[in-house]
């Protein structure tokens, strides 16, 4: 089965912090993807890569960073933490093929910025 | 753009009572079509897929046709348990690289 870790279940921030977010999968996934997840809008994806060193922004990028340095490994930054960024965050990988390969999800993170 | 648009919740159902979980969809091309479900405190899982017109997807008693001529992927269950309750998410994938675009999820509340 893949497994998809988050570092935190839980982590609570004040504004202004640089927070990091980390994501390790153990599946040789190519793609890789950072949603957030809020009531009444469902997820939306903020970054996502298709291979090391690349990224490409989601539909909300705005206040936030990525880096993959390593096919496992997928972090989302906040440079700076704002309260309207707390949030719960999602980790998902997925191998290449399209439209057609699921996404695989790990339990996510609560982030709490006060 | 591609959207998803899925029935507000909660849906609230007796044990044994049959479901159906509205999910319709805009895109352009041939999509492939999804139902994540969300337990309490947990991640999104799979729980059922369809690649092209006429699939039916099924899981663990669910199932979800993918009509084309209607642009919808109902998901039902004919007799739900109260380990279903959670929250239900129809996603779909355009053509090319998959990013999923998600409904607003629907929360599933079964009582015994």
């Known amino acids: 089965d893949v497994k998809v870790t988050q570092s935190s279940r839980y982590l609570v921030k004040r504004t202004g912090e640089k927070v990091f977010l980390e994501c390790v999968q153990d599946?040789?996934?190519?793609?890789m993807f950072w949603y957030r997840q809020d009531p009444g809008l469902g997820l939306r994806l903020i970054y996502f890569?298709?291979?090391?060193?690349?990224?490409e922004k989601g539909d909300i990028p705005e206040g936030y960073s990525v880096s993959r340095e390593k096919k496992e490994r997928f972090s989302l930054i906040l440079e700076s933490a704002s309260t309207n960024q707390t949030s719960m965050y999602l980790c998902a990988s997925s191998s290449r093929g399209g439209g057609r390969q699921p996404q695989h999800f790990g339990d996510g993170t609560r982030l709490s910025i006060l | 753009g591609d959207s998803v648009t899925q029935m507000e919740g909660p849906v609230t159902l007796s044990e044994e009572a049959f479901l159906t979980i509205n999910c319709t969809y805009t895109?352009?091309?041939?999509?492939?079509l999804f139902w994540y479900v969300q337990y309490p405190g947990e991640g999104l899982q799979l729980l059922l897929k369809?690649?092209?017109?006429?699939d039916k997807g099924s899981n663990k008693g669910f199932e979800a046709t993918y009509r084309k001529e209607t642009t919808s992927f109902h998901l039902e269950k004919g007799s739900v348990q109260v380990s279903d309750s959670a929250v239900y998410f129809c996603?779909?994938?355009?053509?090319?690289?998959?990013?999923?675009?998600f409904g607003t999820g629907t929360r599933l509340l079964v009582s015994p």
């Open positions: 895109a352009t091309g041939y999509p492939s």
């Open positions: 369809a690649t092209k017109a006429d």
């Open positions: 599946m040789d996934h190519e793609n």
């Open positions: 996603a779909l994938s355009g053509t090319g690289f998959q990013k999923l675009v």
């Open positions: 890569s298709y291979d090391v060193k690349m990224k």
